[in-house]
């Protein structure tokens, strides 16, 4: 058989827990213009028929191979290990509730290819049902990566780049794939750290349809969307260790760049601990000190202990005979 362009592509489809949708995820992947690319498959140790229709298809179809975890890893644990199934030299993470456009593993790697300094290539997003299109102000298909980093990954919590790209393989195992401690957030991780080691590539077109479906029964720890204080932790942890790893301590402009850092990651707890005693929501005031970290503000601590006071007397009249129920 002769060579293909895909020949040098694996995709990864991670998959957990997502019996109704996933074949139509599969078959968008199948149903790709680029030809030869491999398949893998790799299951989180679903629980809801998943598994069995995934072996069913792949039964059915020599360019599927199905794999399985050992065990639930969550998804950056799963991307790991599906990732050591393969030494293609193009990775692609895809996921198992989106749509696939036909020409987006084509597309991705020709900017792989056009582009030899781009570590990752990545596209705005379709909305499943929607006519809204989750874009980025982006028309180069090059983009300086410590710009990139710089201007649109540290200076906001929300990540223009989902947990779907194409990254050049001798990059990612240089990073050593995802660190596994930032849960469902570690692609953003990911994102900085390939993006402070080179270029990043660009697609202008809505190539992926993504649809927000989620299982009643489905854990924390796959609840992306889902805010949470382990959620804010995660992104400080990443937040702090990326700025910690791509500024220079020694110098003015690192030090300031962390003080920005920490004074922004201590009003942003400040004004979820706010919202949580005026919305009077004592489980997510309670569970605050899961996002307690080493660069909280001295005043951050302060504001705690002012609010719990108030929360406590609030809740003494809620309880108080006569008072609010």
Not at 136 to 147: A, I, M, Q, T, V
Not at 177 to 191: H, S
Not at 263 to 275: G, P
Request: proline fraction near 5%.
């Amino acid at each position: 058989m002769s060579a293909q362009p895909g020949d040098e592509v694996a995709v990864c489809l991670l998959t957990y827990d997502h019996a109704a949708i996933v074949e139509s995820t599969l078959d968008s992947v199948l149903a790709q213009s680029l030809g030869g690319f491999e398949l893998i498959v790799s299951d989180d140790g679903s629980t809801d028929g998943t598994w069995e229709i995934i072996t069913r298809r792949a039964a059915a179809d020599p360019r599927i191979t199905a794999v399985r975890t050992p065990r639930n890893l969550g998804m950056p644990g799963n991307a790991n290990f599906a990732a050591k199934h393969s030494s293609r030299p193009y990775l692609a993470l895809l996921h198992h509730d989106d749509l696939y456009r036909p020409d987006l593993l084509e597309k991705w790697l020709a900017v792989m290819r056009r582009q030899p300094d781009v570590t990752f290539v990545f596209n705005p997003y379709a909305v499943y049902a929607e006519e809204r299109v989750l874009g980025h102000p982006f028309s180069d298909e090059r983009l300086d990566g410590k710009r990139f980093l710089e201007e649109h990954l540290f200076p906001r919590w929300g990540c223009p780049v989902r947990g779907t790209a194409m990254i050049r393989r001798s990059d990612f195992d240089a990073l050593g794939g995802l660190r596994e401690e930032f849960g469902l957030l570690a692609d953003v991780d990911l994102w900085m750290r390939l993006a402070a080691r080179g270029a990043v590539g660009y697609v202008p077109e809505p190539l992926i349809t993504v649809r927000q479906a989620r299982p009643a029964y489905y854990p924390e720890a796959y609840q992306g969307s889902v805010w949470s204080w382990r959620r804010q932790r995660y992104l400080y942890d990443i937040h702090a260790q990326n700025r910690l790893e791509h500024f220079d301590q020694g110098t003015w402009r690192g030090r300031l760049e962390l003080l920005e850092f920490r004074t922004r990651l201590s009003l942003e707890t400040a004004k979820w601990l706010s919202y949580a005693l005026l919305r009077r929501k004592w489980s997510m005031f309670d569970a605050a000190g899961d996002a307690i970290t080493l660069h909280d503000q001295a005043w951050l601590s302060a504001y705690r202990a002012l609010l719990a006071g108030v929360a406590r007397a609030a809740r003494g009249l809620a309880t108080a005979p006569g008072g609010e129920r």
